[in-house]
Every structure is written in C-alpha cells, then in structure tokens.
Nanobody
Framework: QVQLVESGGGLVQAGGSLRLSCAAS????????MGWYRQAPGKQRELVAG???????NYGDSVKGRFTISRDNAKNTVSLQMNSLKPEDTAVYYC???????????????WGQGTQVTVSS
C-alpha cells in the first residue's frame, strides 16, 4: 500500500503565498508522475500542475506564472509553491502520484486526502 499525506493548506489573503507539500510512503518501487489537482465547490476536479520523474512540468492555464511545482525523488515528495493567490484559487487541493509498488510491481494512481486552501478577498 501507498499513502500520500498533504500539508500546508490554510487561509491567506489575496496576493499572499502558500506552500503545499505531499509525501508518499509505503511499498514504493518507483514514482512516475506527481501532481496537484484542485476541486472547488460545484466544480470538477482540475489539474493544477504536474511534474515527471525527470522534472518536466506542466501547469493549468489559470496558474501559469504564479505557481511552481517541484519534487524530491530521494524523499518521494512533491511541493507546490503558490504565489499571488486569488480568491478563485480557493479549493481543496489534492496530491496525486503514479506509483509502481509492492512485490508485484503494480502501477496505480494514488491520491492524498486533500487540503483546503482558502483565499480571502
């Protein structure tokens, strides 16, 4: 089994910054892509940012230039630095990892439990 644990959410004023972190643990053989998604009330879950094992990144259009994703392969962690936050960034943020795990080397998607980010105007 693999667990993803997120931290770093909270309440911040518009224009402020937050940093989210996610740590993967368990019977991990290798982690392919890692990423952050978010879901606001009444909306579908959307990609915020993703990063490959080699460090190639991609971002949702609404966060380009404001958010930066990074990862530490040795520690199985991924982080999201969020700057110039806007009220429309308010959502539950989820960490996702594509992981090869277990003795059978199964390839699966794993999700964290989510962390709330609230940006006040």
């Amino acid at each position: 089994q693999v667990q993803l644990v997120e931290s770093g959410g909270g309440l911040v004023q518009a224009g402020g910054s937050l940093r989210l972190s996610c740590a993967a643990s368990g019977s991990i053989f290798s982690i392919f892509s890692m990423g952050w998604y978010r879901q606001a009330p009444g909306k579908q879950r959307e990609l915020v940012a993703g990063i490959s094992r080699s460090g190639t990144t991609n971002y949702g259009d609404s966060v380009k230039g404001r958010f930066t994703i990074s990862r530490d392969n040795a520690k199985n962690t991924v982080s999201l630095q969020m700057n110039s936050l806007k009220p429309e960034d308010t959502a539950v943020y989820y960490c996702k990892s594509v992981v090869v795990s277990g003795t059978l080397r199964s390839l699966d998607d794993y999700w964290g439990q989510g962390t709330q980010v609230t940006v006040s105007s």
